[in-house]
């Protein structure tokens, strides 16, 4: 396969791979809020998103059975029945179960189109396909995620769900004529014991860390980013429009950005260069919230944000992928991909409790500063992954 049909799989896949974080981080915690959901609840609620970091238990069988584009469409159909019922259950405890369910078939996609992308990226072909990588699955998470505020600011929320389950539907169609990456093969029972030797490697410990802490403060703030907007006062156009819209445009920049400074400079530099603009992403929104939230001060600081995640993104996915070795593509990366945002998820879920207490600028604050201790590990990762790879 050559490069440019690489670029043109992995673009399409990771568009479909960023629609169900749009519906999960940006539609879904303001739909929340609209339908009376408390600060505390709505942040407990972002818990759910542990699905995508307990993926990597259930990786060897995505990876082992079946065919990669064959659990790709079934888990857009489970997405589609979701998105259908969810203004029904809107307001009462079920809902929570069919986040959850939604939840669980975006890790499960999430499992196949990874390994796809990692058994056919070859070795000096990482900063390009990492970089198409991360813009496209933020232009999924624009379309779905800013494109779905918008349009429920025009036809309401339930209209919405019902629109998005019907184009849900259609790409699990679509996904079913993607190529024929891996033949099925009942290998699983193997595969998780294969798939985990990359956590015998010297320094594991200190990419562990690396790995846990790199994005956490991003993913402990994400969970009230929707809802400060929508507390200030904000229209669910205006959020659609920068937070959730032009903010995204900002990360797809950034995820360029990210693939020029991955290509020109070692790997460890750039993962050092990620890791302080993220910190200084989220302690710009904290100035924000501190003195009034004034609109230019929000979304300037929600550009940012934006920007240094994406270069952020970038550095690590292609660590990630380099780390992996491609014979066990959806085992290892599932597992590296639970590792690093574990930590920030179940922080995440104390957000709603620590902003209704404290308010929302000293927990942006908080965050700014949770992602520093992983530049004191990037040495051990440059020992686990080894001078070929970092």
């Known amino acids: 396969m050559t490069l440019q049909r690489k670029l043109a799989l992995v673009a399409a896949l990771y568009f479909v791979e960023g629609f169900p974080m749009g519906v999960f981080s940006d539609v879904w915690p303001v739909f929340l809020r609209d339908s009376g959901a408390s600060l505390e609840t709505i942040g407990w609620l972002s818990l759910l998103g542990l699905a995508w970091t307990l993926k990597a238990l259930w990786a060897p069988a995505v990876d082992g059975l079946g065919l990669w584009r064959q659990w790709i469409a079934a888990a857009l159909v489970g997405m589609a029945l979701c998105l259908a019922f969810a203004p ?21 996609q999430d499992i196949a189109i990874d390994a796809s992308a990692v058994a056919i990226t070859q070795p000096g072909e990482e900063a390009q396909l990492s970089s198409t990588r991360v813009a496209m699955y933020r232009v999924g998470k624009l379309a779905f995620g800013a494109g779905g505020l918008m349009l429920a600011d025009r036809i309401g929320w339930t209209a919405l769900h019902e629109a998005l389950a019907v184009i849900v539907a259609l790409l699990a169609l679509l996904a079913l004529a993607t190529p024929r990456l891996q033949a099925g093969a009942p290998r699983a029972r193997g595969e998780w014991r294969r798939g985990i030797a990359l956590l015998v490697r010297p320094g594991v410990a200190g990419a562990i860390a690396f790995l846990v802490f790199y994005r956490l403060g991003d993913l402990a703030m994400a969970p009230m980013v929707g809802v400060f907007w929508r507390d200030t006062g904000a229209s669910l156009a205006l959020i659609g429009l920068v937070p959730s819209g032009v903010s995204a445009g900002m990360g797809i920049l950034g995820a360029a950005l990210g693939g020029v400074l991955v290509a020109r ?105 949770l992602t520093l201790p992983a530049l004191a590990f990037i040495p051990a990762v440059q020992r686990w992954a080894g001078p070929q790879r970092a």
């Open 88 to 108: 029904v259950v809107a307001g009462h405890p079920a809902a929570a179960g069919l986040i959850a369910l939604f939840a669980l078939a975006s890790a499960t």
């Open 265 to 369: 400079t070692a790997l460890t530099r750039a993962l050092f260069v990620g890791g302080v603009l993220a910190t200084a992403s989220n302690l710009a929104y904290a100035a924000a919230a501190l003195y009034g939230a004034p609109l230019w001060a929000v979304v300037s600081a929600s550009l940012a944000e934006s920007l240094c995640g994406g270069i952020a993104s970038v550095a690590l996915v292609s660590l990630l992928v380099l780390a992996c070795d491609r014979a066990h593509a959806g085992v290892q990366f599932a597992l590296l991909t639970a590792l690093s945002p574990l930590a920030g998820r179940l922080v995440g879920g104390a957000s709603g409790e620590v902003v209704a207490a404290f308010g929302y600028a000293s927990w942006f604050a908080v965050t700014g500063a």
